[in-house]
Nanobody, 124 residues
Framework: QAQLVESGGGLVQAGGSLRLSCVASGRTFNEQAMGWFRQAPGKEREFVAGTDWSGNSVYYAAFVMGRFTISRDNDKNMVYLQMNSLKPEDTAVYYC?????????????????WGQGTQVTVPS
């Protein structure tokens, strides 16, 4: 069965960096778009960044533009989220998600399998 496992979260001071990783299994990785979402306490899950099946096309939410970078390694079945210049408002559980679409999609319902999430905390 398809599975995603995230890692790399933690506590980092404002202005710092973290790199999240997600390893996929159980599905042909290089045929699917991948995305990162986040969910803060009391808020809905929101799209952060997405990549198409190849990694050549990426898309970001406006609030992370210029600070976060999504990438993928299809040989390793991995997708990454490099997060720089972190802010307290970036505090959330971050989820990796996979879609049956080959092109970038941004709505949670367009992704059909999810990781368990990794906590990112940026104290104010």
């Amino acid at each position: 069965q398809a599975q995603l496992v995230e890692s790399g979260g933690g506590l980092v001071q404002a202005g710092g960096s973290l790199r999240l990783s997600c390893v996929a299994s159980g599905r042909t990785f290089n045929e699917q778009a991948m995305g990162w979402f986040r969910q803060a306490p009391g808020k809905e899950r929101e799209f952060v960044a997405g990549t198409d099946w190849s990694g050549n096309s990426v898309y970001y939410a406006a609030f992370v533009m210029g600070r976060f970078t999504i990438s993928r390694d299809n040989d390793k079945n991995m997708v990454y989220l490099q997060m720089n210049s972190l802010k307290p408002e970036d505090t959330a559980v971050y989820y990796c998600a996979g879609s049956k679409s080959r092109v970038i999609v941004v709505e949670p319902y367009e992704y059909d399998y999810w990781g368990q999430g990794t906590q990112v905390t940026v104290p104010s």
